[in-house]
């Protein structure tokens, strides 16, 4: 079903997404269980989580908190009372046949998130922030009689998870994918959740229609759930829009359903329509009291907030002196922007040391595969290897292969510096003497520069370099150069 580009210019996406982010507390939402994840099937559990008749819940207040922290940092109202109630439904991960969710009293409403889109901003609304306990996991794959059989790891029954629901305020896959890295990058900031989707603990369902440009009425929506990446949310919802387009210019009606999207095949197909759809029979939890946030509690909660990629990226470039692009892209990653202002202290030179760390460090992070984070050098050598660049010590080609050793040996740029004997060599009499010596075995090419060929500068610079083994301080082998060429023009 290929859309034209004009055809589709017709249509306007709206899109919500709801955002699973499984919290990092050390115990469970209602049990004493540890969350910890990759153990062995079922050895973090205990009648509570298995869902035994009789055991009950009690609530672990670094949940709460924890989930206060992100509802504040998205500018959510936090409702002094919430409560917790039972979504009724069966499924084998579910042993006790119903989850611990929040329904029509959540913990927190009314928020919101800015987005960019090109270079303007835009205020997606965040309609609420609630509670919930994980389910288990079904394991169909890997064991000897996986073609028969199923497993069950109840381990992740009842991790503690928000559930961020957004208003359906993003109109394009690029929009959305925005909105879940601004998202993500929140959550890591706050430390609230490690966000890793491979292991489950970000998910995306996106709410997705669309409607004829300059209508107000809503289409009607599907839901597309299993958009366990970046990369499959953007092409699900790219698929899911087209599809729907197609159903409407063919006379159709989309239909209200909830559809899955299948990496493999590139699509999203039906899983349950409406009249399938589930009747969670939700009411109050009966186990467990309603949740009451004192304004002491909030007010503590939100003086523990660290600072937030935002204020950090204008702190960047205020105490820095960053250009904004430089701070964007340092901000993007916490770790990143930890290692920066570590190693810029160590540098003293926080600008160079931003060109070093965006260019040099990024490529050698990328080439380990390895996060800021784990970075083979620690901030602070990093910080005097930049230092040493900037005041001269060696130039910037040798600090380029002093990283590479640094990296590989662990040993300081100082170490490599004294041992190797790279110092660079500013003693214009070295200098000049190497100059003379080029400049008179090279007649043609001085010619040609004295003739105008002003590139012809470069070609000398580069073979008083290669003479010096890279040594030389290249501004002075420009000068003294230029004044060796042009001096001897009369
Ligand atoms: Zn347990």
Redesign the pocket.
Known sequence: MPISAEVRAQYEPVIGLEVHVQLLTRS?I????STRFGDPPNS???????GLPGALPVLNREAVTMAMKAALALNCAINARSRFARKNYFYPDLPKGYQISQYDEPLAEFGWVDIELDGKPKRIGITRVHLEEDAGKSLHEGFPDSDRASYIDLNR??VPLIEIVSEPDLRSPEEAYDYLTRLKLLMLYLEVSDCNMEEGSLRCDANVSVRRVGTEALGTKTEVKNLNSFKFLQRALEYEIDRQIAVVEGGGAVEQETRLWDSREQRTYGMRSKEMAHDYRYFPEPDLLPLVISEEWKEEVRRSLPELPEARRERLVRDYALPESDAAQIVASKALADYYERAAKASGEPKATANWLLSELLYLLREAGKEASQSPVPASDFGELVRLVSKGSISGKIGKEVLAEMASTGKRASEIVAEKGLVQVSDPEAIGAAVREIVAASPKQAEQYRAGKAATLGWFVGQVMKATRGQANPQMVQEILRGELEGKKS
Request: charged share 5%; hydrophobic share 20%; net charge positive.
């Open positions: 469970k209602f049990c004493g269980c973090h559990t205990c009648p509570v989580c298995l029954s009842g």
